[in-house]
T-cell receptor, first 112, second 109 residues
């Protein structure tokens, strides 16, 4: 199995600022994913991040707003840029390992 | 378009009663389906996948391609089954997983 950790676990931010969320996997994985879970909603895929290539964004999500880095096979970051209250959500990191998708504990973001 | 639906947002059953959480999907390719569970204050975790045809914690799910369904069943619900359940579909051409809206299961003692 793969164990995924995220930092920070939660944060409260001011409108217009940016937050970078870090995701660490204890195994080398090719594919990592970032999801958003808005209050009372299901998980929505933001982007797929493969090491060595540009992230692939889903419809409705753009790189300028959610830049992603994937510097190696165990680490990724997601930045939420120029935040507004609508960005308040739980952000989940996920990784595919041995044909199973594992999830991090999530980062709970509140934007004031 | 690919889509996963779970018609029940909330489902309450009594302990010992059978439980069925419904899931339907829309996908033109060969489907690969999963059930994920999220217990209170815990992270999302895989419960079972259709290709394994296994029973986990007494739960089973059968893929019905004719009805495009993947319902989750358990013959006798336990209190510890209370959780949020998500049905998920892997889009094999892009190797990404999309989730249904989820069903919150509450088992009444």
């Amino acid at each position: 199995s793969a164990v995924i950790s995220q930092k920070p676990s939660r944060d409260i931010c001011q409108r217009g600022t940016s937050l970078t969320i870090q995701c660490q996997v204890d195994s080398q994985v090719t594919m990592m994913f970032w999801y958003r879970q808005q209050p009372g909603q299901s998980l929505t895929l933001i982007a797929t991040a493969n090491q060595g290539s540009e992230a692939t964004y889903e419809s409705g999500f753009v790189i300028d707003k959610f830049p992603i880095s994937r510097p190696n096979l165990t680490f990724s970051t997601l930045t939420v840029s120029n935040m507004s209250p609508e960005d308040s959500s739980i952000y989940l990191c996920s990784a595919k390992f041995a044909d199973t998708q594992y999830f991090g504990p999530g980062t709970r973001l509140t934007v004031l | 378009a690919q889509r996963v639906t779970q018609p029940e947002k909330l489902l309450s059953v009594f302990k010992g009663a059978p439980v069925e959480l419904k899931c339907n999907y829309s996908y033109s390719g060969s489907p690969e389906l999963f059930w994920y569970v999220q217990y209170s204050r815990q992270r999302l975790q895989l419960l079972l996948r259709h290709i394994s045809r296994e029973s986990i914690k007494g739960f089973t799910a059968d893929l019905n391609k004719g009805e495009t369904s993947f319902h989750l069943k358990k013959p006798f619900a336990q209190e510890e089954d209370s959780a949020m359940y998500y049905c998920a579909l892997r889009i094999t051409s892009y190797d990404k997983v999309i989730f249904g809206p989820g069903t919150s299961l509450s088992v009444i003692p």
